[in-house]
């Protein structure tokens, strides 16, 4: 195993251990140092950076566990992730957390939160309100008013309520790291074929559990590596996949795609922490900056959206600037928001004449040669139909 491949390896063990044996570790590191969860799809890390506190993704527990004590506490015909991750709480593999917070996302995020503080009373749990009515000035006012009153409520936990200098540090460290993933992505999108889609995932899930300055020196080193890696130029098509804003599909659901040749060059895949489409804003005031990093450089979706047809030219954007072929669509099942979404892009994407396919996930898949005969069937009508075109 070569340098590249074995900083991705890391990588992999880390964000497939249920136990956070590694974030534990972190924590023991040193005295007083703090964790804090958050379920997705977005809650501002740097503010949790600033308080003192590690943000730590806590994004399900995948195909490696069974749902057992959380059905007792919630719906089974709910979204697997939420499932997974109440599993993991009850199990106690999130015991070394001092706090969980939730955002405005659907109405199963909402109620989890409840469920959350039900079941461990000992822990900080917090509920972001994330404002929905993008037009208005008020609303700047309320997040920034939620948003100090976090920090304030952070502090409480760590002992270091952030001031705007440590805002301002923290904004620093997060922008350094979300341009490296965005050169990550911007490698992807050029050349698919030289990171695969599961290597490139499992990078920007770590980014959500490791100490941020380690893990930008581990993407910085990736970067450097990969321009030498060795690979073959592959033909295949190149899809945008969309539908994964919040529950993350299996690696191996991500690996079928490349094995059949449907290259995704674009996608939503973990949403929260890579949300921003470019540098943000910065002035003298980083509170502010926080502010406008939602307001203005989310990058429109189900759960932040000026109005639906924001959301339709967005995708058909990303399918125009990343050179794709088609939509894949790769929903959760029992997603609601995802499913909404689904009608919308559906009805843009046929007036547009751009071809799609659309598939279920859950995390207790275990097979996926259903979903790889249908990429492979979609990437070859895709070029069948593209033939025809050339020779018409
Ligand atoms: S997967 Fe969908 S339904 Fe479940 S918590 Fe996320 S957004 Fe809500």
């Known amino acids: 195993m070569n340098r590249l491949e074995r900083l991705i390896d890391e990588a992999r063990r880390e964000v497939e251990d249920n136990t956070f044996a590694a974030v534990r570790a972190w924590k023991e590191e040193e005295p007083g140092r703090a964790c804090v969860g958050f379920f997705p799809v977005y809650v501002p890390a740097e503010l949790i950076w600033a308080a003192g506190a590690l943000p730590v993704a806590v994004w399900g527990g995948g195909d490696r566990i069974e749902v057992e004590m959380a059905d007792a506490r919630v719906q089974s015909f709910i979204c697997s992730i939420s499932r997974s991750t109440l599993e993991l709480g009850l199990l106690g593999h999130l015991d070394f957390l001092d706090g969980m917070l939730f955002g405005s ?27 929905q009515n993008l037009r208005s000035e008020a609303a700047r006012g309320y997040y920034r008013e939620d948003l100090e009153r976090l920090g304030a409520a952070l502090g409480g936990i760590t002992g270091r309520t952030p001031g705007a200098a440590e805002l301002a540090a923290a904004i620093d460290l997060y922008e350094e790291q979300r341009a490296l993933l965005r050169r990550l992505a911007a490698v992807r999108t050029e050349e698919p074929w030289r990171l695969g889609l599961e290597e490139q995932q499992v990078l920007v899930r770590a980014a959500g559990r490791r100490d941020p300055r380690r893990h930008n020196e581990v993407l910085r080193e990736v970067l450097e590596l990969l321009p030498e890696r060795e690979v073959r130029h592959k033909d295949g098509v190149r899809v945008v996949l969309e539908g994964s804003f919040c529950e993350q599909p299996a690696l191996e659901l991500l690996r079928t795609l490349d094995q ?48 639906p047809s924001e959301r339709t030219e967005r995708l058909l954007a990303r399918v125009r600037d990343s050179r794709a072929d088609g939509v894949f669509f790769c929903t959760a099942k029992f997603c609601e928001p995802a499913f909404y979404d689904f009608v919308l892009h559906k009805r843009a994407l046929d007036a547009a004449g751009i071809p799609y396919l659309a598939v279920e996930f859950e995390e207790k898949m275990s097979s996926f040669e259903s979903i790889r005969t249908q990429a492979e069937t979609f990437a070859e009508s895709i070029l069948f139909f593209a033939d025809e075109e050339a020779t018409a």
Do not use: I
């Not at 659907?106 to 959350?116: E, F, I, K």
């Open 105 to 131: 996302l659907c109405d199963v995020a909402r109620n989890l939160s409840g469920v959350w503080a039900r079941n461990f009373p000992d822990t900080f749990v917090d509920y972001l309100h994330y404002p």
């Open 260 to 307: 059949a040749h449907c290259f995704v060059v674009a996608s939503d895949l973990a949403r929260g922490l890579c949300w921003f489409k470019e540098p943000l804003r910065r002035s003298d005031d980083p509170w502010s900056d926080l502010v406008e990093a939602y307001f203005v450089h989310a990058e429109g979706s189900v759960v932040r959206h000026f109005s």
